[in-house]
């Protein structure tokens, strides 16, 4: 199974929240934090370690308007996907929403189906989009160019299409061990021709190019029969 998203929620309606809560993990696909205020939102998105994959937001709060936090957020670099929660349907408010930098605009009252479907697609976009930009250990991960950059050491590693594919699903998970298998079926497919080994002299490479001890390996660590990424790994200075 794919490691739970994390999601943020803005609203100030507390029964849409514990709805939307409750509906978008139902599943696992996601976890899910909440937020009444944009005053909330700063405050999670500025925690240490926070890591959101997409957040929904209100557009009428009770500290200010979802547009104006949306555009803010888009100033600070933040590029995840938004999508905008809104009583109105008027056209005019949907365009000053995607203006604001949103990805998508959905009208009170919705169906979570229809939520759901939008909040994947959106997901799915940013991924593979140039955009996409992920933080592991000391490194920065740029998907779409099969690329890690240590600012640190003014280091790029280039990656191979499985490397890259490999890093993505972990980072995906989480903090939760992926089964070797699972690992292998995500990345390969359902191939009888692959093998575990294959994925294992993968992970050897991967380990070889982004750790700074591949023998003793503290970023792409083996557990519970399968593999994680360790978010606490901080950038050893370049001598």
Known sequence: MTGARPILVV????ILRQTLVEQLQLEGEFTVQEAASLA???EKLKAPDSRFDALLLDVSLPDGDGRDFCAELRKDGLRMPIIMLTGSDDEADIVRGLDAGANDYVAKPFRIAELLARLRAQMR???NSEDAVFSIGPYTFRPSAKLLQEPLKNRRIRLTEKETAILKFLYRAGTRPVPRQVLLNEVWGYNAAVTTHTLETHI???RQKI???PANASLLITEGGGYRLNPEVAAVPAH
């Open 204 to 206: 050897y490479r991967l």
């Open 11 to 14: 609203d100030d309606d507390r």
């Open 40 to 42: 909330e939102a700063r």
């Open 125 to 127: 976009l940013f991924e």
């Open 211 to 213: 750790e700074p001890d």
